[in-house]
């Protein structure tokens, strides 16, 4: 099962900061948080991973709570390619790093 | 690299069909995921490859869902009798195992069994 919890949906204007949250309460110390979309038909794509610290790359940026039991995803300037499911995981990366997916959060991009 | 390619991209069937789905995983990546994905259940992972080795089949449905890694540059999900309830999506992924690595996907086998 998976052990995140996102909103099934959510509105953003185009141009806008989009902001996705995902809690994920039981996560342990050696759990990241990943990220992906998937855009309709298309394969999952990797956006962005932490472990505590704050990290940001040319997709997005992560905030991650002091505590670890909730984080935000932040797409800077969200665009129509932006719409898509966007999945909130987290997976102990070793030898058993399976990815479980849940539900998402399904963004909807507004012009 | 040309990422995972996936093969073929569609399939029809007929139920009781054997169907054999394909994957070519990123040179070099010793992870390999097979997924499969519905409107009702999302996506779910059916098997997990480590260094070619079965490492949690816990998500393969039944006996009729076989998969293989004879080497580390292919892979195959097999269905022997195909049923309609097995029309979805099939997704398979590749990473390298360590720590904070991604997992690469391809872009999928629409099968669909009538």
């Known amino acids: 099962d998976a052990k995140t919890t996102q909103p099934p949906s959510m509105d953003c204007a185009e141009g806008r900061a989009a902001n996705l949250p995902c809690n994920h309460s039981t996560i342990s110390g050696n759990e990241y948080v990943y990220w992906y979309r998937q855009i309709h038909s298309q394969g999952p794509q990797y956006i962005i991973h932490g472990l505590k610290n704050n990290e940001t790359n040319e997709m997005a940026s992560l905030i991650i709570t002091e505590d670890r039991k909730s984080s935000t995803l932040i797409l800077p300037h969200a665009t129509l390619r932006d719409t898509a499911v966007y999945y909130c995981?987290?997976?102990?990366?070793?030898?058993?790093?399976?990815?479980?997916f849940g539900k998402g959060t399904r963004l909807h991009i507004l012009p | 690299d040309a990422g995972v390619i996936q093969s073929p991209r569609h399939e029809v069937t007929e139920m009781g069909q054997e169907v054999t789905l394909r994957c070519k995983p990123i040179s070099g990546h010793n992870s390999l995921f097979w997924y499969r994905q519905t409107m009702m259940r999302g996506l779910e992972l059916l098997i997990y490859?480590?260094?070619?080795?079965?490492?949690?089949d816990s998500g393969m449905p039944e006996d009729r869902f076989s998969a293989k890694m004879p080497n580390a540059s292919f892979s195959t999900l097999k269905i022997q009798p195909s049923e309609p309830r097995d029309s979805a999506v099939y997704f398979c992924?590749?990473?390298?195992?360590?720590?904070?690595?991604?997992?690469?996907f391809g872009q999928g086998t629409r099968l669909t069994v009538v």
């Open positions: 995981i987290v997976r102990v990366v070793n030898r058993d790093d399976k990815i479980i």
């Open positions: 490859f480590n260094n070619n080795v079965p490492i949690d």
């Open positions: 992924a590749s990473s390298w195992t360590g720590v904070g690595t991604e997992a690469f």
